[in-house]
């Protein structure tokens, strides 16, 4: 495992979560620390490259928090960002191409064919994230977009619902129990 590149990263998309252009704010780097937990935890479940899988955990949003007007499609330059980055520490091409990989088929609105184990991990991964981030989505809803308690209550329910259904099957029966608790807290 390259700890360099794994540390390097994490301050680098720290530093990046914190500029005043980061549109999504600090709240970003908490929800790529969770996608990166769940990532380490699927790959180890599903047996993938946890290297490659981490790496793109904390890399699969660099270009939206990088530059908001690349959010649309942050999964094209992010997996270019992420070339030109893992190239500078001397990482092997094929796994920069696998992290290339996982970064392009990350998102859960975007309908694409998972065609490796650490795809569907880093996918997997950013859909579950969403669970360990409640608090930063009832501050969307109740602060930042000024929602009354049962419109944000919905609002959150709905968006964590539509994350676990972007799950593959494996990772929906994996995060079950999770997933009901957190809808049971919610009322």
Request: with cysteine; proline share 1%.
């Amino acid at each position: 495992m390259r700890e360099d590149i794994f540390e390097n990263l994490q301050h680098e998309i720290y530093d990046r979560c914190q500029k005043q252009t980061n549109e999504f704010g600090i709240g970003c780097y908490y929800h790529i620390i969770a996608v990166v937990k769940n990532a380490q935890i699927l790959a180890e479940k599903y047996g993938a490259d946890k290297e490659v899988v981490m790496i793109a955990a904390w890399l699969h949003d660099i270009a939206s928090i990088t530059d908001y007007s690349l959010y649309e499609l942050h999964h094209i330059h992010g997996a270019e960002m992420a070339h030109r980055i893992l190239k500078e520490y001397g990482y092997d091409d094929k796994k920069i191409s696998l992290v290339q990989k996982c970064i392009r088929n990350h998102r859960g609105s975007i309908s694409s064919e998972k065609t490796s184990l650490e795809e569907l991990c880093v996918a997997d991964a950013d859909a579950i994230s969403h669970f360990d981030s409640v608090p930063s989505l009832l501050y969307l809803a109740y602060v930042q977009k000024s929602m009354g308690i049962e419109e944000g209550k919905t609002f959150v329910k709905d968006k964590l619902t539509r994350s676990f259904q972007k799950l593959s099957a494996a990772s929906k029966k994996h995060y079950q129990d999770k997933f009901e608790k957190v809808m049971e807290v919610l009322g």
